[in-house]
């Protein structure tokens, strides 16, 4: 059966004025929503003002019940955020004379969504001061937020826990979550725990005294928070744990890169070994090792440099000779001979480039062809 033309033409332009009006409707809401929002952020900086000059127009009562709506919450966040650029430690005074108000709104968030949650703690890893090893509520109720979070709330989560400064909440964390097998990216972690607001070196330690009970992420995480503080603190530990225990191929991984930003010269030997291949570990730990060796200068190490050159995997040929280049080797003085193998010439060769003689009579010729 066919339908008349004309009524296809009709039914056509019924759906496109149907379409048209939904987005008309889409955009009066928008609209309207997004004044709305203007409106609460309007409220909430003649709040601010007031507060600023010692006379709340709104008690803590009405502060509470209007911070629990995540839209009011949500307009705070802006209003705030404008002032602290232009009033720093605005926030910080708020947050500090509101503290029994927050914790009011961190227990009343255990019972929203997700979302929500993860919203809250965005707020207070960006305003709330430290709370050091002090022992508070808040950090209860943001541990409590873990319990059915996705990878984006676990991320504020955890900078809300980095924020307040709290070892032990820190540590609380990445032990649950471990527990429960959450992956979470190493280098999202190792930012964030350089921007911890407490003892540093103490959570480092902390962290890793208890990596057999995390997972390889957090631990992997903890070694790259490590290789950014001061000191070689870490090193006797690391180089201990590299040797004698059975860890997972990424944590040996991280250990062996460890060493190349903290040159210690008795990890040296170790790190030979796993050149090698002879320390009994995974042989893949030879790429790691060939890269980290560009730190330690000496006859030793370009010796096993270039004999690592013609190892079988592509990777510790590249990083053998990538170190050899850094260490100040020139094709001059290391260019292939009859002794290397074709693989090994081919690399020495693509890392280091031609003889200078060579590129420096291709520049001549070039320079006769043009006169």
Known sequence: MRL???????FYIFICVVLLLFNLLYIFRSSSVKKRQQRRIRHWEKYLDSFAAGSSVWDSEKVFRRLKNVQELMAFYEAIESREQTQPGEAVAFFKKNHSTVLALAQAYEEKDIMEQAFFAYVIAAFQPPVGDRQSLLLEYLLSYLDYSTVYSRENILNALYALGNIQSVEHAFLFMSQRGWYHDSRLLA????????????????LWNCRGQLMECFQVGTIRFSETLSGDGFAEPFLRALETEELPAETQFALVRYFRRHTIPYAQSTLLRLLEGKSGGKRELAIAAAASLASYPGEKTQQALEEALHSPNWYVRQNAARSLKTLGVTWTE????ASMDRYAAEMLEYILGVQPAAAGEKKESEALAAV
């Not at 008349?4 to 009709?10: G, K, L, M």
């Not at 290391?334 to 001979?337: E, F, I, K, N, S």
């Open 334 to 337: 290391r260019g292939p001979d």
């Open 4 to 10: 008349p033309v004309r009524t296809v033409i009709y």
């Open 191 to 206: 930012d964030g725990l350089n921007r911890f607001q407490g003892k540093k070196e103490a959570l480092a330690h902390r």
